[in-house]
């Protein structure tokens, strides 16, 4: 089974297909192609967008070369998935939310990271994920 490579360096550029087939063998890899289906699937082309950030494992920040199409794809329970983020918590403290629609949902809905990320490196402790961690059996 493949692993995470787990380095934001390595994963963050362009969505190419020449640039990803360079990657090592592993997980990104595999979402990075994934990523480019779901693009074309909703008529973008996928050689106009970056993953400008990769703040935590299995979350992909992506933006147009332009700057102005700003979307999210997070790996939950082995499913790549679009999501939205905004400035406001949920009761819980989450303001990263899945939905089904890179064009219709996550580009227009997502604010806290489209504003943030231009000036800084969003941190994993700024990330919360949408769905709560399971407690560790004891």
């Known amino acids: 089974?493949?692993?995470?490579?787990?380095q934001w360096k390595v994963i963050e550029g362009s969505l190419r297909e020449e640039r990803i087939?360079?990657?090592?063998d592993c997980l990104e890899k595999e979402h990075l192609f994934q990523i480019r289906e779901m693009l074309r699937n909703e008529q973008f082309d996928p050689n106009q967008f970056l993953v400008v950030e990769y703040p935590a494992t299995g979350v992909y920040c992506c933006n147009h070369v332009n700057g102005?199409?700003?979307?999210?794809?997070?790996?939950?329970?082995?499913?790549?998935?679009p999501y939205y983020t905004t400035w406001e918590?949920?009761?819980?403290?989450?303001?990263?939310?899945?939905?089904?629609?890179?064009g219709f949902e996550s580009i227009p809905r997502t604010r806290f990271v489209r504003i943030f990320s231009r000036f800084q490196r969003v941190s994993i402790s700024s990330f919360r994920p949408a769905v709560k961690p399971k407690p560790f059996d004891r």
Request: charged share 30%; proline share 5%.
């Open 21 to 24: 087939e360079q990657l090592p």
């Open 1 to 6: 089974m493949k692993q995470y490579l787990d």
């Open 68 to 81: 102005e199409k700003y979307f999210i794809i997070q790996e939950y329970e082995g499913k790549l998935a």
């Open 89 to 102: 918590m949920n009761e819980e403290g989450i303001n990263n939310f899945p939905c089904k629609s890179i």
